[in-house]
């Protein structure tokens, strides 16, 4: 791993030619993901171990365009980083490109660095007390910087999403019930000693900051992903972009599937018309002032292919969500358990329960693909007024903070859905040259794990 003489000077921190600082200033993404995406709504899928083939398999034999595939990226593989590239993370890379999909690698290692410094508790307070262990962020920034590294030797596009659920719990589940100031949330960022982030704000901010400023550093192509926990199943977004609003500047929102369905009901039933305003809101809230679009990741298979895609001659569903900022949607496709042809997995929980005999509704694995095959024949154009469509300019609108609150959309069951509560468990991307001299400076479900690339939640 690259080392670089760092010294900090004036409140920057000065690596060779390259000035990251720790201070706030008004800055733009780098990147574009709607360009990324193209001109109309995408789908992507899981691609874990002995998945690898099916999604080019899909794409090849079935004309299901998956435009993104996506993989964990934990701690465990980080004991032999070379093997672990070697094996995993460079085959998944050109297994993307080979089918000319962006790969998404999901950082996630908070929780799993913290039970390794033996932290316990619930998963909130085990990442709580990982964030204010200088050692242990010290090992995170270093993966951190192996992963912007072997990203930048692959090549773009690449995007690296940052930590589901961890930023959830900062807002959530860390002694404050919505907690909007990243900047009470105690980080060990110049506290971890790593000679790349000193002169960050040990909190939650410098993090965000400290993060973009390494991406830029090592991987400027890289697209960084902020996962927008949305643990209160669609209210008080004010919360969320709040929070990131004093992140620095990411590429992309990230999210969960949101909590459309009617308490007890089955996956193939409609949908409830006040869960998803109350969660379209809550869509268009953060990503207008985020100024970024938003992709939903982790889909269970069954529910949202059948609801947004299920008729390719009605995508009104799916035209509500683009048009309130989603520029993709992820399937989570694992093929775990007694399941031998993976054509054949459901989903977890009561995401698998199986329609009755003649509902159209499927759920399989097979059905989602097939699904995908026939939009991609006639995708989702850009609905007028969404952060894709071309005519919208981008940045960061006044902020709707509408008021929506109440225990009836909290989501405490602990259902994989990445929600918690309070009850139950849990520099901008500023990277500034030193020209002559730094003077000149003028300045962001169900526990289950999948081999490496598992995640449990």
Sequence with gaps: ????????????????????????????????????????????????????????????????????????????????????SEWYVTPFIQTAKAMDAVPVLTFYQLLDLGIEAGYSGSEAAIVQSALADGSVMRSYFDNFVWLLQLAHELGPPIIIHVEPDSWGFMMWAMGVEGNDDPTSVNVAVTGSGHPDVIGFANDAAGLGHALVALRERYAPEVRLGWHASNFRVGTRPDVVTSFYAQLGDWDLLVGEHPHVEDEGASWWEPWVEDRLEVNLTWLSTVTSAAGVPLMFWQEPIGGPDYHLIGDPNDLSMLDRFAAAGAVGLLFDHQKYGDVENPDDFRSYGTFGEVPPDGHPAGGTAADMRDRVAAYSQAPLSWPSGSVCDTGVETGTPEINQPGATGADYRDDSGCGCHAVSTESRGASWLWVLAAAAVATVRRRQPSRSRDLGGHGS
């Design 1 to 84: 791993m690259l080392r670089w003489l760092t010294a900090t000077v004036l409140g920057l921190t000065v690596i060779g030619s390259t000035v990251l600082t720790a201070t706030t200033a008004a800055a733009a993404p780098r990147h574009d993901l709607c360009a990324d995406v193209g001109d109309s709504f995408a789908f992507g899928v899981s691609s874990y171990g002995d998945l690898r083939d099916w999604a080019p398999t899909a794409n090849e034999t079935h004309g299901a365009d998956f435009r993104f595939i996506y993989v964990y990226i934990l701690n465990g593989g980080m004991n032999d980083p070379d093997n672990f």
